[in-house]
């Protein structure tokens, strides 16, 4: 039988983890099966653990479940600690069930290896303090930014992240927090994230454009088929260059897949098929 691996989530037809984890698999020769599995609202601990139980070898673990998965985590990794979400699980030698947030390591991969972009130094503002924001801050701290200011419409969840994640910063890096009236007539930032959902109804965060400048770069952790409203701003408003999440979707499948297979596979091919297919759509 070969190992058995899936996506849990709920809805979760529009997964793409299937896809890119057969891509992985063939690519390395590694003999494993992959499903989207949809999982009632009220049987996520029990799903996860027949699942194990019955062979299951690892999970990844999409909305609306993450932070279900922190609690059901008897060891975390820190960076999943942190994120106080779990986007992959798996069970150790000695049967407790495993829990890392592959999302802050994903987009930093993403940026650094496929974007070639520089994090050391830079100066960054994240939009939004959700929980996909909490998720990439310790993977941003630890590549070396020199500065992250994070906005929200609510500025107090903006300050609660920057007061947790206080001590976890070198000297050499500051973070910081606003409300996006703040930011008007700011200096611009080398990199923009926008770390909020508005992209999934084609609206806008409310951030002035003085925060783009010729040399920045605009990030949107959303993907579609088409630019996302969020580039399209960012184009609108010259920008060096404006990103969206699909590459981080492949490189924290490709981190998940390390830690199940101990195999880091190459992303870049998987990317292109990816991106193909969607244009396809």
Same mark, same amino acid.
């Given at each position: 039988?070969?190992?058995?691996?899936?996506?849990?989530?709920?809805?979760?037809?529009?997964?793409?983890?299937?896809?890119?984890?057969?891509?992985?698999?063939?690519?390395? =020769?590694?003999?494993?099966?992959?499903?989207?599995?949809?999982?009632?609202?009220?049987?996520?601990?029990?799903?996860?653990?027949?699942?194990?139980?019955?062979?299951?070898? =690892?999970?990844?673990?999409?909305?609306?479940?993450?932070?279900?998965?922190?609690?059901?985590?008897?060891?975390?990794?820190?960076?999943?600690?942190?994120?106080?979400?779990? /986007?992959?699980?798996?069970?150790?030698?000695?049967?407790?069930?495993?829990?890392? /947030?592959?999302?802050?390591?994903?987009?930093?991969?993403?940026?650094?290896? /496929?974007?070639?972009?520089?994090?050391?130094?830079?100066?960054?503002?994240?939009?939004?303090? =959700? =929980?996909?924001?909490?998720?990439?801050?310790?993977?941003?701290?630890?590549?070396?930014?020199?500065?992250?200011?994070?906005?929200?419409?609510?500025?107090?969840?903006?300050?609660?992240?920057?007061?947790?994640?206080?001590?976890?910063?070198?000297?050499?890096?500051q973070l910081l927090a606003a409300s996006y009236q703040e930011l008007q007539q700011s200096q611009a930032y080398d990199l923009i994230i926008n770390g909020t959902s508005a992209s999934?109804?084609?609206?806008?965060?409310?951030?002035?454009?003085?925060?783009?400048?010729?040399?920045?770069?605009?990030?949107?952790?959303?993907?579609?088929?088409?630019?996302?409203?969020?580039?399209?701003?960012?184009?609108?408003?010259?920008?060096?260059?404006?990103?969206?999440?699909?590459?981080?979707?492949?490189?924290?499948?490709?981190?998940?897949?390390?830690?199940?297979?101990?195999?880091?596979?190459?992303?870049?091919?998987?990317?292109?098929?990816?991106?193909?297919?969607?244009?396809?759509?």
């Amino acid at each position: 039988m070969l190992d058995q691996y899936a996506v849990f989530g709920n809805p979760i037809s529009h997964s793409k983890s299937p896809f890119i984890h057969d891509c992985f698999a063939r690519q390395q =020769g590694q003999r494993m099966q992959y499903r989207a599995i949809e999982v009632a609202l009220d049987a996520f601990d029990e799903t996860v653990i027949h699942f194990f139980n019955n062979q299951g070898k =690892g999970l990844n673990i999409t909305l609306p479940f993450k932070e279900q998965a922190w609690k059901l985590a008897t060891q975390k990794t820190l960076r999943a600690e942190l994120a106080g979400a779990v /986007n992959t699980l798996w069970r150790n030698e000695s049967g407790e069930v495993c829990g890392d /947030n592959t999302d802050g390591v994903g987009l930093v991969n993403d940026l650094l290896h /496929n974007q070639s972009l520089r994090l050391k130094d830079s100066r960054v503002l994240i939009l939004g303090a =959700g =929980g996909a924001v909490r998720g990439v801050l310790l993977p941003l701290i630890e590549a070396g930014c020199n500065e992250i200011m994070i906005v929200n419409r609510t500025v107090e969840k903006a300050q609660q992240l920057v007061v947790e994640f206080k001590p976890l910063l070198p000297k050499s890096t500051q973070l910081l927090a606003a409300s996006y009236q703040e930011l008007q007539q700011s200096q611009a930032y080398d990199l923009i994230i926008n770390g909020t959902s508005a992209s999934l109804d084609a609206s806008l965060p409310p951030v002035d454009s003085s925060v783009v400048g010729a040399h920045t770069c605009c990030y949107d952790m959303m993907y579609a088929a088409r630019p996302t409203a969020f580039c399209q701003w960012a184009v609108q408003h010259h920008a060096a260059r404006a990103i969206d999440g699909l590459g981080m979707l492949v490189e924290q499948a490709a981190e998940a897949f390390l830690c199940w297979r101990g195999i880091k596979p190459e992303t870049s091919p998987v990317i292109a098929l990816l991106r193909q297919s969607l244009a396809h759509q």
